[in-house]
């Protein structure tokens, strides 16, 4: 997992702020308070999956917040206040972690190069960055259909494995802030990793520095705007703070990424309450 960088003024300008609505941290309309984080606590000891665990963590760490705020223009849902980078760090070293991942290596290849062929249309080859690439499955993925590819990375032990199983790829054991290469690539790839990040405006300004003009982004991320998702937000099962703490729409990310030199993007159909997209660099 791909952790960023927390600024300290911003945690603390959060706390004084949790008797207030906040305005949208993408683009900056009014919010609403959808639940609160006490009625999400109640629901995930109820349910037989990961949630009841990670709430069993969040009680026992007193990791809390107030509420989810979903923005009047946007739709974006996001947790408030954003936990600091100092609580996500003990939650990335203490509970997360590649949790049977390893297992599931020859699948989750096949489905990268199954999506990469998808892509093939737009874009055929040459450099590929993987942000968040965990034990580096999408990257030999791409490796296999024909790409240089990259991977970067904040767990240190991920990397290790990764170089150790793909040697012919490229690992970085790096937050994205902190990975200067000096190229930028044909094809970012950012699978399930922006719901996991604080500061998407500022993560989304990486990910266009390193996107090569002409190149493109694809993004996968759960959908909060889908028709299948619960009605009841803090029962849908991709609600998990403070592993997750932001949800998009299709109209988030349209205008979070104009917003940060990208074209429109292109949305993929997908029955499950889940974004793809891809979106071509300016
Ligand atoms: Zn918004």
Redesign the pocket.
């Known amino acids: 997992m791909l952790l960023q960088k927390h600024d300290e003024a911003t945690d603390a300008a959060s706390a004084n702020s949790s008797t207030v609505t906040p ?7 009014t ?1 609403q308070v959808i639940g609160s984080c006490d009625d999400y606590m109640q629901h995930a000891a109820t349910v037989e999956d990961e949630r009841k665990h990670i709430s069993a963590y969040m009680a026992a760490h007193r990791v809390s917040f107030d509420s989810f705020v979903e ?6 849902i996001s947790i408030t206040p954003m936990p600091s980078g100092e609580t996500l760090a003990h939650f990335y070293q203490n509970y997360y972690g590649s949790r049977g991942y390893a297992n599931k290596g020859p699948k989750k290849i096949a489905r990268t190069r199954k999506r990469l062929q998808k892509l093939r249309r737009y874009v055929q080859g040459g450099t590929f960055l993987d942000i968040g690439c965990n034990l580096g499955f999408s990257v030999e993925a791409a490796r296999l259909e024909g790409f240089d590819a990259t991977g970067i990375e904040i767990d240190a032990n991920a990397i290790a494995q990764a170089k150790s199983a793909f040697p012919q790829n490229h690992f970085t054991a790096t937050t994205i802030a902190d990975f200067t290469p000096d190229r930028t690539f044909d094809l970012l790839y950012c699978a399930e990793v922006i719901e996991h990040v604080t500061d998407t405006a500022a993560f989304v300004t990486h990910l266009a520095r390193l996107t090569k003009p002409g190149g493109y982004l694809f993004i996968t991320t759960p959908d909060a705007g889908h028709w299948r998702r619960p009605g009841n937000f803090i029962e849908w099962q991709e609600v998990k703070p403070p592993e997750h703490v932001n949800w998009q729409t299709k ?2 990310l349209h ?1 979070l990424l104009t917003a940060h030199g990208f074209a429109a993007p292109r949305f993929f159909f997908k029955f499950k309450p889940s974004l793809h997209l891809l979106a071509r660099k300016l």
Not at 23 to 29: M, V
Not at 71 to 76: I, S
Request: net charge positive; proline share 6%; glycine share 6%.
């Open positions: 305005l949208c941290p993408q683009c900056h309309a919010t923005c009047t223009a946007c739709g974006l109209r988030s205008q």
